[in-house]
């Protein structure tokens, strides 16, 4: 059988039950099995997805934060600062929203390089207030992540198969939204699951038919078969 391939793969919408929340308890171990790495690509805060590798019982390769931590097992990189989106968190308070989250707001607790908002909170003046502390503000359909513009997770990709020797044209990618397009832009074939918003949809090799981790799962059962 042709070896399988490595993996980049995002959390939320792709990981995720039918529902879309919560991982799917069915892909711990085929990814537990896989003979190739697996990187997981999130927006989710730095420990999440360091949490998700240790738990499925893979080698801890972390794009975090949309590509602001990079875990490579051995090292991590920061490449973005989490002062100018604290300040726009303190200045979107002062204008009288909420990020939403609650007084103890787990969701940015553990952040090191960005904010998010709950997507029930107003959009525009966070943007407003964003770009005046020169950031933007990406909407994945499970938060809106105010962030640094430059980094993203293909180039956190990039960093993690330089460091442990993956050919990025071999890697299969799997994702559902726009954070996951620089991700499509430097594999050798991705894969938007059916739930994937339309930038996601556009980049992509192929649309999966199946949703969230349906879909994941149906096409990690493929390239396991064909390579």
């Known amino acids: 059988m042709t070896a399988d391939p490595p993996l980049v793969l995002d959390i939320d919408g792709t990981l995720t ?8 308890p069915r892909v ?12 997981v690509a999130t927006g989710k805060a730095f420990p999440y997805p360091v949490a998700l590798c240790h738990f499925v019982g893979i080698p801890e390769l972390v794009v975090a934060e949309n590509g602001g931590v990079v875990y490579t097992g051995d090292d991590v990189f920061f490449t973005a600062d ?7 968190a303190e200045a979107y308070r002062a204008a009288g929203y909420s990020l ?4 103890e707001d787990t969701v940015n607790r553990w952040r090191e390089t960005e904010i998010a ?7 525009a003046p966070l943007r407003e207030i964003a770009a005046e502390h020169g ?20 180039d956190g990709v990039e960093t993690i198969a330089d460091r442990v020797g993956v050919d990025l044209a071999d890697c299969v990618a799997v ?10 832009e430097v594999v050798g074939r991705s894969f938007a699951v059916s739930n994937a918003d339309e930038p996601a949809t556009r980049a992509a090799d192929e649309v999966l038919e199946g949703a969230h981790a ?10 396991a078969e064909t390579g």
């Not at 908002?117 to 959009?123: G, T």
């Not at 349906?214 to 390239?223: C, N």
Request: no cysteine.
């Open 135 to 154: 950031l933007e503000v990406i909407d994945t359909g499970y938060a809106y992540h105010v962030k640094d513009t430059a980094p993203n997770k293909g």
């Open 117 to 123: 908002v709950a997507l029930e909170q107003p959009i």
């Open 175 to 184: 994702g559902d939204s726009v954070n996951d397009v620089s991700t499509f």
């Open 28 to 39: 711990f171990d085929p990814l537990r099995a896989w003979d190739a790495p697996v990187i």
């Open 100 to 103: 939403g989250w609650g007084a």
């Open 214 to 223: 349906d879909g994941t799962l149906a096409v990690l059962e493929r390239v």
């Open 17 to 24: 039950r039918p529902e879309g929340w919560g991982i799917d």
């Open 82 to 88: 989490r002062e100018a989106a604290q300040a726009v």
